[in-house]
């Protein structure tokens, strides 16, 4: 699953140069409001099995508004509302013709409450760490499985409340509640799911468990093998481990089918060294495919460099494993935040 470099936790410059770009439009009596985004521009070239084809691209450029306020002492409200448009043909494209996120919430010393559209717990808390790259990542529960039914399904209409950490132990539990007025519920009723997480960290380790029992997609037809009825779970355990500018991260990950022969494995071992002007990074996943019968080998690397603190370049290489090097490609960018 892509995402913009905003939203990556990484060790090196580029960090803390990103979430240093973000312009305050307003800040007064409690009440601060901020401007930012990014334009980002891809060259690629990936095998697809049959013929190896390459374009020039936007690569998930972005604007996005964020605002809190200070209720009282201790309660703070939030929102943040993204777009999307495409950089490399923005006369054709419509503009700013998607979105990404959009979210209110309430934080204080009791945690934090969100409602809205936003990526997924199990994305966050088990993917993220091992590939948040700017183009290729590696293969996980939700790209092979819940991922067939659409982004926009799985990040909307969502609520989360995430502990203050205590003792170093954070807690998180949410749901996504599908009415069934909307044009997207694949059931006949209202249904809400749950998903919920575990983290703990001391140092510079961390680790991680998650679980999402993606009940809306329950009595979905065409996913997979032309699934129908019961679907699945996704669960996960990720473990980092930060040593000065070097993350080292490891995953196993399972999307649990509710159908025979269906179920899929991920276990992967991840990298990010920050060296100065930038990032060196990569990973490796075996994946044990049941649906499509395969067991495959991941690998990606990849590495950036700071031109300035608002702009820097990169490039990615992966290979899949699969027949007829499907998959396999590079690519490379650049990227402008602001």
């Not at 590939?131 to 609520?159: C, I, P, W």
């Not at 519920?185 to 960290?201: D, I």
């Not at 997609?217 to 129908?228: Q, T």
């Not at 071992?269 to 649906?291: F, K, N």
Request: hydrophobic share 35%; glycine share 14%; no cysteine.
């Amino acid at each position: 699953m892509k995402k913009t470099l905003l939203a990556t936790a990484i060790a090196g410059a580029l960090g803390a140069s990103a979430a240093a770009q973000a312009a305050t439009v307003y800040n007064q009596e409690g009440t601060r409001l901020d401007l930012y985004g990014n334009i980002q521009l891809a060259y690629s070239s990936v095998d697809q099995g049959a013929e190896t084809t390459d374009q020039l691209a936007d690569n998930g450029s972005t604007l996005g508004v964020t605002g809190e306020h200070v209720i009282f002492d201790g309660l703070t409200g939030y929102f943040k509302y993204e777009f999307e448009g495409d950089a490399d043909e923005i006369k054709g494209a419509g503009g700013l013709d998607t979105g990404d996120q959009a979210y209110v919430g309430l934080k204080g010393n009791f945690g934090d409450g969100r409602l809205g559209s936003y990526d997924p717990l199990i994305d966050d808390w088990i993917q993220d760490p091992i590939t948040n790259n700017e183009f290729f990542d590696v293969s996980d529960s939700t790209s092979q499985r819940a991922g067939a039914v659409g982004s926009k399904f799985l990040e909307g209409d969502k609520f989360t409340y995430t502990s203050p950490s205590l003792a170093g132990f954070q807690f998180a539990l949410g749901t996504q509640f599908k009415g069934d007025a909307e044009a997207e519920n694949l059931s006949s009723s209202s249904n809400a799911s749950f998903f919920g997480g575990l983290k703990y960290a001391v140092g510079g380790f961390s680790i991680a468990a998650a679980y999402d029992n993606l009940d809306n997609i329950e009595e979905v037809s065409g996913v997979g093998a032309a699934l129908g009825g019961e679907f699945g779970d996704q669960y996960g355990v990720t473990a980092q481990y930060t040593i000065g500018t070097l993350r080292l991260s490891a995953k196993a990950e399972k999307f649990d089918s509710d159908f025979d022969d269906s179920d899929a494995d991920f276990y992967a071992l991840g990298a990010r060294y920050g060296y100065g002007m930038g990032d060196v990074y990569g990973a490796y996943q075996r994946v044990d495919d049941e649906l499509e019968a395969d067991e495959r080998d991941e690998f990606v690397i990849g590495a950036n460099y700071s031109i300035s603190d608002a702009m820097y370049t990169w490039l990615e290489l992966a290979t899949d494993d699969r027949d007829d090097d499907a998959g396999d490609g590079v690519a490379v960018g650049v990227t402008y935040l602001f």
